[in-house]
């Protein structure tokens, strides 16, 4: 069961239907997708997937900051209706609009003009809007070969177009996730940069690790495993697939247990 994979209602290319398809033909026992800031992918899914057999658990990544380091917290088997978690992704598409214009007038002065219109008109189903838009609207007007070039020389974190974005706290992203009665889960600690504050961050209100991810070797696996493990946590796992935007990462190249399956199902199946 791949548990982190994102549509193209945020950053990813693939419809909510094709995922379930993909999930189907690599005969996983289940999926979750798991848009930034944005659960509109659930209705559209959820259906489909269950009609055909698959489970499916509704799913989110939320941008947040802990002592002004990003980190990523997905929120699954929560009231995909729940309108708390619906307000508090409206709010964060909204910082993430203002940022955008910012990158964009950035990138103008650079001599290299793109309107928010342009980005919309190449994602037109997206819901989230963000930097891998920005770059394929930059590659479509020839600024840029590829989106990792934009990203790499231009939108990439400390690079001359980048706007560091308003973020939510880590204990607001767990607030709401937790007031839509789902569990919140540390999304890939093993990009965190700042090794340092890992205990005094897990010492706030998670319920899981995603502690399989992408391609991550075993070894690196194993110790995010035992760190959950020595706080109580449950372990997740996802490939954090985003279809053509980042062809690195492939569907299904990593996992969640068995047992992380269960207990996900059996929780939001009792909401």
């Known amino acids: 069961m791949d548990l982190h994979c994102h549509s193209l209602?945020?950053?990813?290319?693939?419809?909510?239907?094709?995922?379930?398809d993909l999930a189907l033909q690599m005969s996983f026992s289940g999926l979750s997708i798991t848009d930034h800031d944005?659960?509109?992918?659930?209705?559209?899914?959820?259906?489909?997937?269950?009609?055909?057999g698959l489970i499916f658990l509704p799913g989110v990544e939320i941008s947040s900051k802990f002592r002004d380091e990003p980190v990523h917290i997905l929120g699954y088997s929560f009231d995909p209706h729940a309108q708390s978690l619906i307000d508090f992704c409206k709010q964060h598409r909204e910082r993430r609009e203002i940022r955008n214009q910012m990158m964009l007038e950035k990138l103008s002065r650079a001599g290299m003009t793109v309107t928010m219109e342009e980005?919309?008109?190449?994602s037109p189903h997206a819901t989230t809007y963000g930097r891998p838009h920005i770059a394929l609207a930059m590659m479509q007007r020839g600024y840029v070969?590829?989106?990792?070039?934009?990203f790499r020389?231009?939108?990439?974190?400390?690079?001359?177009?980048?706007?560091?974005?308003d973020?939510?706290?880590?204990?607001?992203?767990?607030?709401?996730i937790h007031t839509a009665r789902g569990k919140a889960v540390l999304a890939h600690p093993q990009l965190l940069k700042a090794r340092s504050p890992i205990e005094d961050l897990l010492a706030l209100p998670f319920d899981g690790?995603?502690?399989?991810?992408?391609?991550?070797n075993a070894d690196v696996n194993r110790r995010w495993c035992e760190i959950a493990q020595r706080h109580g946590l449950f372990v997740t796992g996802g490939s954090d697939f985003h279809g053509k935007v980042k062809p690195e990462s492939r569907f299904g190249s990593s996992w969640a247990p068995?047992?992380?399956?269960?207990?996900?199902q059996q929780h939001f199946l009792s909401l």
């Open 167 to 176: 973020k939510w706290t880590v204990q607001e992203a767990i607030g709401a």
């Open 145 to 150: 070969e590829d989106i990792s070039f934009a």
């Open 258 to 264: 068995e047992g992380t399956i269960q207990l996900l």
């Open 119 to 122: 980005v919309k008109a190449l």
């Open 9 to 20: 209602y945020s950053d990813g290319t693939y419809t909510p239907r094709q995922l379930v």
């Open 153 to 165: 020389h231009y939108l990439g974190s400390g690079r001359s177009c980048y706007v560091e974005g």
């Open 38 to 52: 944005t659960i509109e992918a659930f209705d559209e899914a959820y259906p489909y997937a269950t009609e055909k």
């Open 209 to 216: 690790i995603e502690a399989y991810y992408a391609s991550m």
